[in-house]
């Protein structure tokens, strides 16, 4: 299968700008929006979790963990898009590759429709969850799947964000073997 690395293949692989894919939004070297993107996903299960809960039990606890929980999810989701709005402004590979566009726009379809859950569940309390809120917070749950799906593109196709060996043949320094601990022998 044909590299999209190789000019040969990819005309944009020509462009140093292409290969530009180091995080410019990091904290000790970890990209803050890998760090982000965790708890609104987390929000969006729970929110769908605490949903069916209530349609099960009909105990209102769940209508106020729903409504928390997607709260949480858009606010955090707002700040993990600021995150990945600026490595898509300042990394210049980032933005020159289709996986960050549609991660981006499924991301802000996410932030929508988790918006729309908590406003919706703010405005009518325990009658916003069945049947709308379930509905929301179901379409959230595929939306985060597609969302999530070009993310991971990003970082394991593209390697955005990662440090990766050097591609001039200069070997890393290798591990010790299994049989040794710090260069003396385990036997």
């Not at 069916?52 to 105990?59: G, L, N, R």
């Not at 769940?62 to 600021?82: D, I, P």
């Not at 300042?90 to 988790?114: D, E, Y």
Request: charged share 10%; glycine share 10%; hydrophobic share 55%.
């Amino acid at each position: 299968m044909p590299s999209s690395k190789d000019p040969a293949h990819n005309p944009s692989a020509a462009d140093p700008a292409w290969h530009d894919l180091d995080s410019r939004i990091a904290v000790a070297g970890h990209p803050v929006h890998a760090m982000l993107v965790a708890f609104p996903i987390a929000g969006v299960f729970a929110t769908a979790f605490a949903d069916v809960a209530y349609w099960w039990t009909s105990d209102p606890f769940w209508v106020r963990a729903a409504l928390w929980a997607s709260g949480g999810a858009f606010a955090m989701g707002c700040v993990a898009a600021l995150s990945g709005l600026g490595e898509m402004v300042f990394v210049p590979g980032v933005r020159r590759r289709a996986a960050a566009w549609s991660h981006a726009v499924a991301a802000m379809v996410l932030i929508g429709i988790v918006g729309a859950s908590w406003a919706w569940r703010l405005q009518e309390g325990q009658a916003a969850v069945l049947p709308w809120g379930l509905v929301l917070s179901w379409i959230g749950l595929a939306v985060v799947g597609i969302a999530g799906w070009h993310g991971g593109k990003l970082v394991f196709e593209h390697q955005v964000g990662t440090a990766m060996a050097p591609e001039d043949g200069a070997a890393a320094e290798p591990e010790p073997p299994a049989s040794s601990m710090n260069g003396k022998s385990l036997s």
